[in-house]
């Protein structure tokens, strides 16, 4: 079954204190990975995409990587205004038609 | 910027009304999404549309109805409201043709709360 699976569930830092959230997939056919982030009651902004395994993306504090099994979204000295949900979604092949699968996201909280 | 646009932010109904969401994107793009969002169980497809007057179903569209009438606008409807269908409604939408790993634009989201 196709999955998408982030962890941790619930991350709190210190200002400046790198991390990252992980989202590893079960898909068929991968067409492409994308991270989002949502504010409270807001609906998720778009980041990145990733296309394939090697590539990596940057925005700002942002740096999201690809394997074959899972994404990693590095958060590099983080600020309080970093603090949201982050979204993992995979596109794939499913049931003859193209699907986006996401995660239950990553609740980043990053305390001044 | 893509531009996704809900009608409401809020909305409070009772049991059994029809509900309208509207959604409507200013992008020209082929495919229209609908999503329900409740906490612990991520995102949930609806419906979906890949062009005017047609409609798929998604993983849960039992209670749920859609409407494309014009290209822009994607249109959910409840039939009879109930509450377990109070929860976060997020439209979105993508590019169609040979674009088929775009990512999703979402919008600000309905959030419906149903006594």
């Known amino acids: 079954e196709d999955q998408v699976t982030q962890s941790p569930e619930a991350l709190r830092l210190q200002e400046g204190e790198s991390s990252s959230l992980n989202c590893s997939y079960t898909?068929?056919?991968?067409?492409?990975l994308f991270w989002y982030r949502q504010d409270p009651g807001k609906g998720p902004e778009f980041l990145f995409t990733?296309?394939?395994a090697g590539e990596e993306k940057e925005k700002e504090r942002l740096k999201a990587t690809l394997t074959k099994k899972e994404s990693f979204l590095h958060i590099t000295a983080p600020k309080p205004e970093d603090s949201a949900t982050y979204l993992c979604?995979?596109?794939?092949?499913?049931?003859?038609?193209?699907?986006?699968?996401f995660g239950t996201g990553t609740r980043l909280k990053v305390l001044a | 910027d893509v531009k996704v646009t809900q009608s409401s932010r809020y909305l409070v109904k009772r049991t059994g009304e029809k509900v309208f969401l509207e959604c409507v994107q200013d992008?020209?793009?082929?495919?229209m999404f609908w999503y329900r969002q409740d906490p612990g169980l991520g995102l949930r497809l609806i419906y979906f549309?890949?062009?005017?007057?047609?409609?798929e179903k998604g993983d849960i569209p039992e209670g749920y109805s859609v409407s494309r009438e014009k290209k822009e606008r994607f249109s959910l409807i409840l039939e009879s409201a109930s509450t377990n269908q109070t929860s976060m409604y997020l439209c979105?939408?993508?590019?169609?043709?040979?674009?088929?790993?775009?990512?999703?634009?979402f919008g600000n989201g309905t959030r419906l709360t149903v006594t």
């Open positions: 979105a939408s993508s590019p169609g043709g040979g674009s088929y790993n775009s990512p999703l634009h």
């Open positions: 549309s890949y062009d005017v007057k047609m409609k």
């Open positions: 979604a995979v596109q794939a092949w499913a049931s003859g038609t193209y699907k986006y699968i």
């Open positions: 992008m020209d793009h082929e495919n």
């Open positions: 990733l296309y394939s």
């Open positions: 898909v068929s056919g991968l067409r492409g």
